[in-house]
């Protein structure tokens, strides 16, 4: 397809109550002509990277 949603960067940080924050940006880009069409930064919690990660995607893609 034209349209491409990259995950632009993603880092992991503790907090305060022990889980662990995943920050993760995603951009939708057009790869005909580079360009950004859409960017976001989501957040998800968890007590381990995984589940972190995956409420960050669940944040962005909301699945059944």
Same mark, same amino acid.
């Given at each position: @397809?034209?349209?491409?949603? %990259? +995950?632009?960067?993603? @880092?992991?940080? /503790?907090?305060?109550?022990? !889980?662990?924050? &995943?920050? #993760?940006?995603?951009? #939708?880009?057009?790869?005909?002509? @580079?360009? %950004?069409?859409?960017?976001? %930064?989501?957040? @998800?919690?968890?007590?381990? /990277?995984? !589940?972190?990660?995956? &409420?960050?995607? &669940?944040?962005?893609? /909301?699945? +059944?």
């Amino acid at each position: @397809g034209r349209l491409a949603l %990259v +995950p632009a960067s993603l @880092g992991f940080g /503790p907090e305060l109550n022990g !889980q662990i924050r &995943a920050d #993760l940006s995603l951009v #939708l880009t057009d790869s005909r002509s @580079g360009k %950004v069409l859409w960017r976001t %930064v989501a957040y @998800g919690w968890g007590a381990s /990277p995984d !589940q972190a990660l995956n &409420a960050a995607m &669940a944040a962005v893609l /909301p699945g +059944p």
